[in-house]
């Protein structure tokens, strides 16, 4: 589903990146402030900027601890390892980023199988938990974790609402599982949705943010939970080489991120109603209207393949994304309202 994409040299440059909102480059304010930022020996707990920022997103979701990694999928990881034992079972919905884009991460770091459920947008509810739950006996595997994304990347970008949330997690703790939010979209969905981030975070065992998504900076995610998980959590991140020195620098310009780019948010989101509005006009195009900042367009109906339409966006120097027989258009700070216009434009005559 995911993957690099081949660059073609005869290609023109990038002008429009609509392929993730990971193609934010740092602003000259935030690479100003990391430039500037006071650092330590991280792995020894020495970094004040890393611990300014991990008390800071453990307060932001309302957790005791926080811990302070390279990047989102190393957070999954290090969660996974430190919930999980080889030979049990997570469950997920079947279109999960720890299924799809992380290398086969649980089956081949944590010996841990992920079932896939399924569900509309990305989500799952409580019955479909109670129908694949085993009842522990020693012929099954044990059933630990189960792990929710918000938003829901390849969903759509939805956003679970907080009910839903209460219920499978409520669900999940009564079977005796553990619970894992893939928050790497999380502050898109409060800012959408007015929920505060620690609410959603709040019946998950461990819970992380994405610094490289739409919060613009260029490298950090923060992994939270109760002490004693952070603690634990640590060891994996030590075995991992995910123990940094002067990761200050990282973290300064994650602490700009939250001062700065969570409610901008709000733009990306406008940007990709919009776009999703005015591509949903076009012969042949289907466009789900979008929650957050990912616009999924089924280009089925146009007589034209995925990838074809995206060749020949990139031509012009529009690059968006190829995900199976769909398009992913993906706003971010980066993005303008000019930008959004000339895309559409240039849909327009792709198809006009
Ligand atoms: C991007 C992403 C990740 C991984 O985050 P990285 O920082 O790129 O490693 C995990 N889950 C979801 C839903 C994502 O979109």
Redesign the pocket.
Known sequence: MYGPQTPDPTAPAVRINLYSD?QTKPTPAMRAVMAAAEVGDEQLGLDPTVNALCARVAGLLGKEAAIFLP????C?SVAILTHCRPGDEIIAHESS?IID?EGGAPWALAGARVLGLTGAGGQFLPRDIEAVLRGGSRYDPPQTLMVV?QTA?QGGGTIWPLEQIRAVCATAHEAGLATHM?G??LFNAAVASGVAAADYAALFDSVWV?F??GLGAPLG?VLAGSADFIDRAWRWKQRLGGSLRQAGFAAAGCLYALDHHIERLVDDHEHAAYLAGELAKLPGLKVAAPQTNLVYVDVAGSGHKAGFMADRLRAQGIMVSVMGARLRLCTHLDVSAADITETIAAFGALLG
């Open positions: 990971t990047s989102g999928a190393m999954n980023h884009a994304e990347n893939d790497a979209r994405d490289t998504k995610a």
